[in-house]
């Protein structure tokens, strides 16, 4: 069999330029197949943490939009109140900067990249694997699926599975050069005002993103939702540049991220944070994870690909699953957590240290001290009523 490259890499996101630049900085032959031409816009609030900038192994600050200190947060669009760090909480940028840049950085250490590439089917032959897109079939020994939440990688090695789904939309919205320059170190928060969901608005160099996320079974009702957070925000908007919509998958348990000689990183995975709907920071580990064993595997490593799914589950999933549970009690009691980030030095802190990247989402547990043999039982009862409030919601 004659391959087209030693690895193809199904998409040019994050999680699949960081699996290509992994690869092509070692040697090895990688090819990124990617549906839509670059630069191209991506629904997304383009947050990072500072922690995941020390896994990135190059300088991204060229794409940096906005340093954020601030966080203004609202209950049911009510008692909002502002909170500052002396030090960054989250960056900002915008994907399509982000994406290209990325995209630009495994190019420079060697990898080839086609656009345009939609990706139709895939089936394992022997030791080969065959891609086929609207234009060809390409050829390849392993492959690394990286193409987003309707991943046709994933579905097609039978790796769809456990998924939570989720939906978000956003708005790219204009404003005048004083309201950006007000709020160019501010993000809105917004929780309690819809069930399982909350809503964002992101500054960026020469407008804002405003967002809201939530579960699909309630999708319906999110736009509205997006347009009544606008309403309520404050922010003196002159104009809308978009209004697109977006599904966020979330893994809500282990299992395996591989099958043969396939892989699924990032959004193709589910590895999305299920309170926050960020998943950047995902997509960066697995994909570098994702790098990491495929190369070991080419150079003869035959465990290397089951280890992939071992190292996910081991060093992401457990932080995904307890975020899961988190925001069954985020959701449950709103209000509540609302006045204790207000109130309380400590909590605030504590919600700062997680939102920076400093503290997991297993920290939270650690925080009942002597009272954590109740978690499991308070986690319970929060998603109990959760799904109450999502019931009332909907009407029934």
Request: glycine share 12%.
């Amino acid at each position: 069999m004659q391959y087209h490259a030693d690895v193809i890499v199904a998409g040019a996101g994050p999680a699949g330029t960081m699996a290509a630049y992994e690869l092509a900085r070692k040697g090895v032959d990688v090819l990124i197949l990617e549906k839509a031409g670059f630069p191209r816009y991506k629904v997304c609030g383009g947050g990072l943490t500072s922690k995941i900038l020390d896994e990135i192994p190059f300088d991204i600050t060229p794409v940096v939009e906005r340093e954020i200190f601030s966080v203004r947060f609202s209950c049911n669009f009510s008692d909002p109140f502002t909170r500052t760090s002396s030090n960054p909480l989250i960056l900002c940028t915008m994907r399509e900067k982000l994406d290209q840049f990325l995209v630009n950085q495994a190019l420079a250490v060697g990898a080839r990249i086609l656009h345009g590439e939609h990706i139709l089917a895939l089936h394992q032959a022997g030791e080969g694997i065959g891609i086929q897109t609207r234009n060809t079939t390409f050829r390849s020994g392993v492959v690394i699926g990286a193409d987003g939440a309707s991943s046709m990688v994933a579905h097609s090695s039978g790796l769809r599975n456990d998924l939570m789904p989720g939906l978000a939309w956003e708005a790219e919205m204009d404003a005048g050069e004083e309201e950006l320059e007000r709020y160019s170190q501010t993000v809105f928060l917004d929780w309690g005002t819809f069930p399982g969901g909350y809503g964002w608005i992101f500054p960026k160099r020469d407008h804002f993103s405003v967002g809201v996320g939530g579960p699909a079974s309630l999708s319906r009702y999110l736009k509205a939702y997006n347009e009544q957070f606008i309403q309520a925000s404050g922010i003196r908007f002159t104009g809308i540049r978009s209004l697109k919509a977006w599904p966020i998958p979330v893994k809500i348990r282990k299992g395996l991220f591989h099958s043969g000689q396939v892989l699924v990183t990032g959004d193709a995975a589910g590895l999305t944070d299920p309170l926050t709907g960020e998943g950047i920071s995902y997509a960066i580990r697995s994909g570098t994870m994702a790098g990491r064993a495929v190369f070991s595997y080419l150079e003869g490593d035959s465990g290397s690909l089951a280890s992939y799914s071992e190292e996910i589950n081991r060093e992401l999933m457990p932080e995904i699953l307890e975020a899961n549970r988190i925001k069954a009690i985020f959701n449950a009691v709103p209000c509540t957590i609302h006045r204790m980030v207000e109130e309380r030095e400590r909590v605030w802190k504590a919600f700062g240290k997680v939102l920076k990247g400093e503290r997991t989402y297993k920290d939270v547990r650690r925080g009942f001290g002597k009272w954590k043999f109740l978690w499991g039982t308070v986690c319970q009862i929060s998603n109990m009523v959760y799904r109450y409030k999502k019931d009332r919601y909907r009407g029934k």
